[in-house]
């Protein structure tokens, strides 16, 4: 969008500013007279921009009942049935083979509204390819492209490898730079860094904090940076390694878990709580995985009120599942009350010793200690 364009956006409703004022600001939203990528006005300009477009394209999608979405210039039409031809047009090239256009009817829509479409990007796509949209995969749910996981975990290897070199031999691809315009005494690594920070961001954006593979690129990147973004930065305690972890249902944190965690504390047992080890902004599900997960035993305390509990339970069956895989001891389980009855209703722990709590939290933690002390 060229500088006279975002004047008029200024000088029309709903600024409505004099020539002056929106001359000035319309310089300081473009760079050579055009919207500069990457600045936070351009897309507000641009859906600005777009406002006549939308509402013409809406019309049509709604005439032949479609779908329509736009992320900036990326325009996607989507239904269940064939296109009309007045939106889609198959065109055969001299080889044999066809390739899709944008239909006449839609392509005067677009001009009509000044802009132009880029032919070389039209793409029609069927339920059976992947399909894709503005970098995300939209066949069930949204979903981030491998090549994408792929190339991200590629960076930070190359920064773990040498880190300017990596930001060199980045700013050459990405702004086509030669190598007599790199100014190797002022490159300190922060261009490379904000495009992995950024990558990650995304990942974060599209697939939530508690996705493994984000996970596991957040971790290698906590090795390398002391200094990294706050959203990452806050994931460093969940990588820590714990000695305990305290599976309990919320009936018995003050009498049981909360003693015995102290208790370990006393002992320099690193333990996992969720009270202490999980702060206000943090994500329940990607703290509680990875710590469980770290840990390397699990004191799941059980009564009445456990067994009765979803997330207790699920934090179990999570245990005995990593047991199996692993065949490795990785639950102590602590029975609060009629130990031999509540293991009836937990048929998986009938193979395992039990220590039964009887106001003698000391003594279950000199056991704890005495279990790490073998290792």
Not at 290 to 295: D, E, F, I, N
């Amino acid at each position: 969008m060229n500088f006279g364009r975002v004047q008029g956006i200024f000088r029309n409703i709903p600024f409505n500013m004099g020539v002056p004022a929106a001359t000035v600001l319309a310089q300081l939203c473009t760079h050579n007279g055009r919207l500069p990528q990457g600045a936070s006005t351009s897309p507000v300009l641009s859906n600005l921009a777009s406002t006549t477009l939308d509402k013409k394209l809406v019309q049509i999608a709604k005439k032949y009942h479609l779908t329509y979405t736009r992320y900036a210039d990326d325009i996607t039409f989507s239904s269940n049935k064939p296109f009309p031809h007045s939106i889609v047009e198959k065109e055969e090239l001299e080889n044999g083979e066809y390739k899709h256009k944008v239909g006449i009817f839609l392509e005067r829509s677009i001009k009509s509204s000044g802009f132009n479409i880029n032919h070389s990007k039209t793409r029609l796509q069927h339920k059976s390819q992947r399909q894709e949209v503005t970098g995300l995969v939209v066949n069930e749910g949204v979903n981030i492209n491998r090549k994408f996981i792929r190339k991200t975990r590629a960076m930070i290897h190359d920064w773990r490898k040498d880190l300017l070199e990596a930001e060199k031999r980045f700013i050459k691809i990405r702004y086509h730079a030669k190598e007599s315009e790199l100014n190797a005494s002022k490159l300190d690594g922060s261009i490379y860094k904000r495009a992995v920070y950024g990558n990650l961001s995304f990942i974060k954006m599209v697939k939530g904090e508690e996705h493994s593979p984000y996970l596991t690129l957040c971790k290698q990147v906590l090795e390398l940076d002391n200094t990294p973004p706050d959203f990452v930065g806050k994931l460093k305690g969940i990588f820590d390694m714990y000695d305990i972890f305290i599976c309990h249902a919320s009936e018995d944190k003050n009498e049981v878990a909360l003693p015995l965690y102290e208790s370990l504390k006393q002992r320099k047992i690193n333990a996992f709580i969720d009270c202490f080890s999980i702060g206000w902004g943090d994500s329940l599900v990607a703290k509680i995985n990875t710590a469980l997960q770290k840990s390397k035993y699990v004191i799941a305390i059980i009564s009445e009120d456990s067994v009765n509990k979803s997330w207790p339970m699920k934090e179990l069956n999570a245990v005995l599942s990593a047991e199996i895989s692993s065949e490795q001891t990785k639950l102590l389980p602590l029975m609060v009350g009629d130990g031999e009855a509540l293991i009836e209703k937990l048929p998986l722990l009938a193979d395992k010793l039990f220590v039964s709590y009887d106001n003698n939290i000391n003594e279950i933690a000199e056991k704890v200690e005495a279990h790490l002390a073998k290792e």
